[in-house]
């Protein structure tokens, strides 16, 4: 399985990205997928959620920013970030958890003030 992430890039405070992950040669489907961000110091941090049936979640400090999606036919993961902040910036990472867990290389987001 690989995870391609991108969309990551140098955006004003205030501003939106989206990323994207494309899953190759997997039942995408029936995964249970995830985006994680490392910010500079901190540990990994998962972000938000989606699962096989479309539930989300998401962690309370992206709460009404961020919307994480799914295109099952596309076999792509997706998280739009509105309203960003400083403190968003960190490497931005998709996962997929099914018979197993996969993870994508990260895509940088840095978030200026």
């Known amino acids: 399985v690989q995870l391609q992430a991108s969309g990551g890039g140098l955006v004003q405070s205030g501003g939106s990205l989206r990323l994207s992950c494309a899953a190759s040669?997997?039942?995408?489907?029936?995964?249970?997928c995830n985006w994680y961000r490392q910010g500079p110091g901190k540990e990994r941090e998962l972000v938000a959620t989606i699962t096989s049936t479309g539930t989300t979640n998401y962690t309370d400090s992206v709460k009404g920013r961020f919307t994480i999606a799914r295109d099952n036919a596309k076999k792509t993961l997706y998280l739009r970030m509105n309203s960003l902040k400083p403190e968003d910036t960190a490497l931005y990472y998709c996962?997929?958890?099914?018979?197993?867990?996969?993870w994508g290389r990260g895509t940088l987001v840095t978030v200026s003030s």
């Open positions: 996962h997929l958890k099914l018979m197993g867990d996969w």
């Open positions: 040669d997997f039942m995408f489907r029936l995964a249970t």
